[in-house]
């Protein structure tokens, strides 16, 4: 399987979604590459930073590619592995759409803010103008970064529930502190010791989710 993760705007945790996955499918037995195709190298300083927290023994490939070529290289990658995660940042990039040209799926987190939000109908034109190139993939979102309080996770939820070109996801994730402490140490906060119990089970459920999204459009 190949997942990008994207958006088009910063600010709504997508290095951090992208550097989780990348650990949960390490968890389930999956041979994986962790693609930094943003310029502003996060997922490159995440796994800088696991190689000296794990003496070198990072548990998945990593690999810097951007541009155009992106689109090339991930194809001659994805015969090596099980699984490739695509980190893409937040703009609408060369390299995010050479991304969605071969990818399965799409995984698009949202700040809940309306100001993340509204640039929803940019993400629905990047997608539809990727369909003819790649017309089985997969696009959804979720809430990210959620807040404990507040109404904004659901007046967010309620505008991506109508979305007519994402499937939203129910399962979000909150904004803790665990997950900046687990990049800090480039960790996913399935392998943070002591165990933050939610924050572990709200990547859990994330990732079960999507593939839950992803098998019933096999069937």
């Known amino acids: 399987m190949i997942y990008t993760v994207g958006g088009i705007k910063g600010g709504s945790g997508k290095t951090t979604i992208a550097t989780n996955l990348t650990i949960y499918l390490l ?5 994986v590459i962790l693609i930094d195709a943003d310029d502003q190298e996060s997922a ?18 990593a690999v810097k590619v951007t541009g155009r070529e992106l689109n090339a290289q991930v194809q001659r990658l994805a015969t090596k592995c099980d699984d490739i995660v695509i980190d ?22 949202f700040a809940p803010r309306s100001l993340d939000i509204w640039t929803l109908r940019k993400v629905e034109n990047l997608i539809a103008e990727v369909a003819p190139f790649n017309p089985g993939l997969r696009s959804l979102t979720f809430i990210n970064k959620a807040d404990a309080r507040g109404t904004y996770k659901e007046e967010a939820a309620e505008l991506l529930r109508g ?22 140490a480039g ?17 859990n459920e994330l990732c079960h989710s999507m593939q839950s999204a992803v098998e019933a459009t096999k069937k």
Do not use: C, W
């Open 27 to 31: 968890q389930q037995g999956r041979d």
């Open 44 to 61: 490159t300083d995440f796994t800088s930073f696991r190689h000296q927290s794990l003496d070198g023994d990072l548990g998945y490939t």
């Open 88 to 109: 893409t940042g937040g703009r609408d990039t060369v390299s995010q759409r050479s991304a969605l040209t071969i990818s399965h799926v799409y995984l698009v987190p």
């Open 163 to 184: 979305s007519e070109y994402l499937q939203f996801l129910e399962t979000s994730v909150g904004n803790r502190i665990s997950f900046a402490n687990a990049a800090a």
């Open 187 to 203: 960790l996913g906060v399935l392998e943070m010791k002591p165990t933050d119990e939610k924050a572990t089970a709200e990547i």
